[in-house]
């Protein structure tokens, strides 16, 4: 798993050196960390649509926290002052039909979310008397230009003008453009808060299936139009990917810590997520 460690100029963030690495061996992290004050740590195992591994989760411990722990570690070494690691409400569990916060207990249930539960639990073991900061931020579902996944697919399907399936009208989901996940980073960056807080941070509403293909469709100009059908029917039909019908369920997580200490509201709207999300796809698929 190769990540970029650190933004180059390409990014539009100055003259700073580009560092491609492989987390899992480690080899050249420590050169990229020098000077380094903060590390925020975005490489992970995910979107894996068609698992291929006979075993998954072994594989996504080998990036996700066996990964992590060898960023930490060279963080570490170089004097960064602050590591913040971006996790995922997936390390708390799925499924629930209460409102999860971070004082909810941990159940995760994918090898996904069992990995960044115990990324998580190895960033905290590896912070302990080093003198390095810690913050671990969760997320939801993001969203936003160079998104994989269902996204694409339903702007795809928007785009043909097929009615959406609809099988739960009323679901609610938390979800979040990336242009929230930037803003609440630079404000959790400028707050400083007390080591070793976990936060969750979402879009200010949730939202339902109609209303994020309503989103779409209204980017695209075009009507939408939903095909309502038994639950149980689509399951027997097989319809629907899983992965469609995750994002049809609902799952609910609150923020409400991290705006009050923070004093902070996500800038971005779902409408005006989307609308740049629908000009990026339009752009990539040209």
């Known amino acids: 798993m190769a990540g970029i460690v650190e933004p180059g100029s390409a990014g539009g963030l100055g003259d700073f050196p580009s560092h491609i690495v492989d987390i899992c061996g480690g080899d050249g992290l420590a050169a990229a960390f020098i000077r380094a004050d903060i590390v925020i740590h975005l490489a992970a195992r995910s979107h894996i649509l068609r698992e291929r591994s ?48 971070e004082g909810d207990d941990c159940r995760p249930s994918t090898p996904y979310g069992i990995s960044k539960l115990e990324s998580e639990e190895a960033v905290r073991a590896e ?25 694409p697919r339903m702007i795809r399907w928007a785009e043909n003008g097929y009615p959406f399936p609809i099988f739960h009208p009323e679901n609610l989901r938390s979800m979040i453009y990336v242009g ?38 209204n980017a695209l100009g075009k009507k939408p139009r939903y095909l309502p059908l038994p639950s149980l029917a689509v399951r027997m039909g097989g319809l629907l990917s899983e992965d469609f019908r995750k994002i049809t369920g609902s799952f609910r997580v609150s923020s409400a810590k991290f705006e009050k200490d923070l004093h902070f509201t996500p800038p971005f709207t779902l409408e005006e997520g989307i609308e740049r999300t629908v000009e990026w796809y339009k752009r990539s698929a040209r």
């Open 54 to 101: 006979m075993d998954a989760l072994s594989e996504y411990r080998k990036v996700n926290v066996e990964g992590t722990r060898n960023v930490i570690r060279a963080a570490s070494a170089a004097g960064v002052k602050l590591f913040l690691p971006l996790s995922s409400v997936k390390a708390m569990g799925e499924g629930s039909e209460k409102v999860l916060d």
């Open 127 to 151: 912070a302990v008397g080093t003198g390095i900061t810690v913050m671990i931020l969760r997320l939801p579902t993001v969203y936003g230009p160079g998104n994989k996944g269902n996204l």
């Open 180 to 217: 929230n996940v930037v803003a609440g980073i630079l404000a959790l960056l400028k707050a400083s808060p007390a080591a070793g807080t976990t936060y969750i941070l979402k879009d200010r509403e949730d939202y339902s299936t109609t209303m994020l293909y309503s989103a779409i469709c």
